[in-house]
């Protein structure tokens, strides 16, 4: 069954760090790149930090470069979002998801559920 599953949201306080893991199930990883979006409420969703499908480059956002980083293991199934430095702007559902090819552009064909990340100030 093609699934992700994300982990390793929690509570944190400004300043502080945080690793996300994305936990992937059938054929919907290795060869895909994927996206790591968050959603806070009242606001659209948005990618936060593109990994490519070999997990040899990543692409952040404006609002968290410098701070987070991606990797990604088509070995493991697993990819991971490396969030340091955290502001209370970056409270909010953390989500991986992988795309129909090797690009990110467009929109990911696979969601996980959300992971909730707060930072406190």
């Known amino acids: 069954q093609a699934q992700l599953v994300e982990s390793g949201g929690g509570l944190v306080q400004a300043g502080e760090s945080l690793r996300l893991s994305c936990a992937a199930s059938?054929?919907?990883?290795?060869?895909?790149?994927m996206g790591w979006f968050r959603q806070a409420p009242g606001k659209e969703r948005e990618l936060v930090l593109a990994i490519s499908w070999d997990g040899g480059d990543y692409w952040p956002a404006d609002s968290v470069k410098g701070r987070f980083t991606g990797s990604k293991d088509n070995a493991k199934n697993m990819a991971y979002l490396q969030m340091n430095n955290l502001k209370p702007e970056d409270t909010a559902v953390y989500y991986c998801?992988?795309?129909?090819?090797?690009?990110?552009?467009?929109?990911?064909?696979?969601w996980g559920q959300g992971t909730q990340v707060t930072v406190s100030s």
């Open positions: 998801s992988t795309y129909a090819g090797s690009s990110w552009f467009g929109t990911p064909r696979y």
């Open positions: 059938g054929n919907i990883f290795s060869g895909y790149a």
